[in-house]
Nanobody, 120 residues
Framework: VQLQASGGGLVQFGGSLRLSCTAS????????MAWYRQAPGKQRELVAR???????DYADAVNGRFTISRDSAKNAVYLQMNSLKPEDTAVYYC???????????????WGRGTQVTVSS
């Protein structure tokens, strides 16, 4: 199983970016999909997550500016980021809790990350 993220880049203060992540492999179900981020010198933190029933949860720092969504048919998750600030600069990681066709035990999978840089 692989998570492939895309959409990062350099943007000015106040700008927008949209991150995409698609899970591929022998997947039966994606229970939760999420985005985390890690800034230099800081711990990785949860940005937003969405369950298979479309319940969402956001970090306080991004609530009202970021929107997470998913396409279950494509095993994809998206993060629309608006009103970006320099403190949003980080490597953003896609994360999923999945079950496989051959193994129903839930497992967590991470993508490689995509860099988001916001200039002031």
């Amino acid at each position: 199983v692989q998570l492939q993220a895309s959409g990062g880049g350099l943007v000015q203060f106040g700008g927008s970016l949209r991150l995409s992540c698609t899970a591929s492999g022998n997947i039966y179900n994606t229970i939760v999909m999420a985005w985390y981020r890690q800034a230099p010198g800081k711990q990785r933190e949860l940005v937003a997550r969405i369950t298979q029933s479309d319940t969402t949860d956001y970090a306080d720092a991004v609530n009202g500016r970021f929107t997470i969504s998913r396409d279950s048919a494509k095993n994809a998750v998206y993060l629309q980021m608006n009103s970006l600030k320099p403190e949003d600069t980080a490597v953003y990681y896609c994360n999923a809790v999945i079950t496989l066709v051959t193994d129903i035990a839930p497992r967590q999978v991470w993508g490689r990350g995509t860099q988001v840089t916001v200039s002031s």
